[in-house]
T-cell receptor
Framework: GENVEQHPSTLSVQEGDSAVIKCTYS??????FPWYKQELGKGPQLIID?????GEKKDQRIAVTLNKTAKHFSLHITETQPEDSAVYFC?????????FGAGTTVTVRA | EPEVTQTPSHQVTQMGQEVILRCVPI?????FYWYRQILGQKVEFLVS????????KSEIFDDQFSVERPDGSNFTLKIRSTKLEDSAMYFC?????????FGSGTRLTVV
């Protein structure tokens, strides 16, 4: 089955700086890669996603890149703000399911 | 914006008891899922459901678990005889093909 690795597990950044989270996946058949933000006591919330036929996607301060050959994808958050503090999960979809990475706890220092 | 609704938000049950977790997916979605998250760990896939049948399930989803879509709107997860290790957040999700929407979860505590 699919195995998704996510790094780093924790990330502390100064407000205004950029944050980068990286994930690798194992199943070359995976074709959809969403990123979720989870705040305390809430369910994962989709923040951006990318399909396997696209290399990069941007939505305001958030961007995702995908390298299918190397089987890795990354989340970039620019100009971080305190409200970006949360746990971020990457995921990869193969067949009928999403497989999640272990999560990155992002703390934005004011 | 449409939401996936889960009830109850918190359930405490005695070991060995049956529990039913309920979900109302987004109305035009076709794919339904249950995931769980043990405290501090990653979100784990349990089961996917499409066209009124299970399309895929994980090894966690053993004979103690079952899912049902009893009335075309609700989607339920039943755990027949709960164990201590079933304590977790259980998330329901629904989607059309891509872009799953997750509910806020049910925190299940088995004592």
């Amino acid at each position: 089955g699919e195995n998704v690795e996510q790094h780093p597990s924790t990330l502390s950044v100064q407000e205004g700086d950029s944050a980068v989270i990286k994930c690798t996946y194992s199943d070359s058949a995976s074709n959809y890669f969403p990123w979720y933000k989870q705040e305390l006591g809430k369910g994962p919330q989709l923040i951006i996603d990318i399909r396997s036929n696209v290399g990069e996607k941007k939505d305001q301060r958030i961007a995702v890149t995908l390298n299918k050959t190397a089987k890795h994808f990354s989340l970039h958050i620019t100009e971080t703000q305190p409200e970006d503090s949360a746990v971020y999960f990457c995921a990869a979809k193969s067949d009928y399911k999403l497989s999640f990475g272990a999560g990155t706890t992002v703390t934005v220092r004011a | 914006e449409p939401e996936v609704t889960q009830t109850p938000s918190h359930q405490v049950t005695q070991m060995g008891q049956e529990v039913i977790l309920r979900c109302v997916p987004i109305s035009n979605h076709l794919y339904f899922y249950w995931y769980r998250q043990i405290l501090g760990q990653k979100v784990e896939f349990l089961v996917s459901f499409y066209n009124n049948e299970i399309s895929e399930k994980s090894e966690i989803f053993d004979d103690q678990f079952s899912v049902e879509r009893p009335d075309g709107s609700n989607f339920t997860l039943k755990i027949r005889s709960t164990k201590l290790e079933d304590s977790a957040m259980y998330f329901c999700a629904s989607g059309i093909n891509y872009g799953y929407t997750f509910g806020s979860g049910t925190r299940l505590t088995v004592v």
